[in-house]
């Protein structure tokens, strides 16, 4: 595939990729009303059943930095076939599990078939538009995602409460088999055997020895990913705090998780329209600020009162739409001859530090706010540290 000029390809591109994307918030979001309820049905404590989050998180970030690479050196349209196929098979078998260990051991088998997804969506970015562009296309994509968790507790509280916890399941298996079927039939190759004759596969993971190395490129995963960790705490801890701790009702969850997406949508408008002024690095600055002042906030205001714990995390959480687009623009912008690679450690890396401050809140959980409020800090600060290093190291040299 050559780059797409056409403005109507390029919408119905973008709107492919964008819910390519929403295959690992989809995967997530639906079934966060339902942990509770899952718990009970399994007769498992919570702490375990939290765990089919971080179990999720691990088989994303795994499959994603195994198909970057071969997507380099094989093309993105088979790995991505393949990746499809194992989400749908996996999503059917959750469905039908019958213990808390099954239901953990096949999230990280449908995690990893989702991956794929996730990781050849913003690769294809790459191979189908200019990288001038990469920013622009990718805050799109994320607007397009961000329907999917606004939508998807919404769904899965009144599906669990119409149907049962499997019924979500079912719900993600034909979503699966419907992307399935549009990527076999309307999907062209967008990296060819003619930008890849030179790629061996040995080179194609040595990239990530590189990539490793290369401080400007840490700074901006970490930026991402520390980032996209507060979120992660925020969706780990926030269905026992709001339903549990301050008594809202499990189908009116997702009123209170959709205020966080409308806020990621309304800044990610308000960064495609500050980028042509200001510029990519100067935005992230801003973004990474907000989400520690946020956090902080948070740490020294949460649990007093639901709206004191509900308002900084719409600060928190909705920067994430705008952070992880200009920071995978900057890092494609970096490395543009090694796109798979560098996307899979960026999002494995963002998944990474979800799944970590997911871990961390699941076993520092007391039954109060004070874990889920500590993790959001302790990430929003972190996040914008790592972009003042990048900023020393730039001066220094």
């Known amino acids: 595939m050559q780059a797409v000029r056409n403005p109507q390809q390029q919408a119905r591109l973008i709107v492919l990729l964008g819910v390519l994307v929403a295959f690992g918030p989809l995967s997530i979001d639906m079934y966060l009303p339902a942990l509770p309820s899952i718990a009970g049905d399994l007769a498992a404590p919570v702490a375990r059943i939290q765990l089919t989050i971080g179990g999720f998180l691990a088989g994303f970030c795994g499959g994603m930095l195994l198909y970057g690479p071969l997507s380099d050196r094989y093309g993105r349209r088979p790995v991505l076939l393949t990746g499809l196929s194992l989400y749908l098979a996996a999503s059917l078998a959750c469905a039908a599990a019958q213990s808390a260990e099954q239901l953990i051991a096949l999230r990280v088998l449908q995690a990893m078939g989702g991956g794929a997804a996730t990781v050849m969506a913003r690769a294809i970015v790459r191979d189908a538009f200019p990288l001038s562009e990469a920013s622009h296309v990718l805050t799109l994509m994320q607007q397009i995602t961000m329907i999917a968790p606004l939508l998807a507790p919404l769904l899965g509280g009144w599906l669990l409460l119409l149907a049962g916890w499997r019924s979500l399941f079912l719900l993600l298996a034909l979503i699966g088999a419907a992307s399935l079927a549009v990527v076999a039939l309307r999907l062209p190759e967008s990296h ?67 205020l966080n997406i409308v806020a990621i949508v309304l800044f990610s408008l308000l960064n495609r329209r500050l980028l042509p002024s200001f510029g990519i ?22 649990g007093h009162s639901l709206w004191l714990t509900v308002l900084p995390l719409l600060f928190s959480v909705g920067m994430t739409g705008s952070i992880g687009p200009n920071a995978m623009a900057r890092l494609l912008q970096l490395h543009a001859d090694r796109a798979g690679a560098v996307m899979a450690l960026a999002v494995s890396g963002q998944f990474g530090c979800g799944m970590l401050a997911s871990a961390l809140v699941a076993s520092l959980f007391d039954g109060s706010p004070r874990a889920m409020c500590l993790l959001v800090m302790a990430c929003g600060v972190s996040a914008w540290l790592s972009l003042q290093l990048i900023r020393f190291s730039r001066k220094a040299s």
């Open 192 to 258: 060819p055997p003619s930008g890849r004759n030179d790629i061996t596969l040995a080179k194609a993971f040595r990239a990530y020895g590189h990539l490793l190395l290369d401080l400007p490129t840490m700074g901006y995963s970490m930026a991402l990913g520390l980032s996209f960790g507060a979120m992660f705490a925020y969706i780990t801890g926030s269905p026992f705090v709001y339903i549990q701790y301050f008594g809202v009702a499990p189908q009116h969850y997702g009123y209170l998780f959709g």
């Open 281 to 302: 690095d100067t935005l992230l600055q801003w973004q990474c600020g907000v989400v520690a002042l946020a956090g902080l906030a948070l740490w020294l205001l949460g």
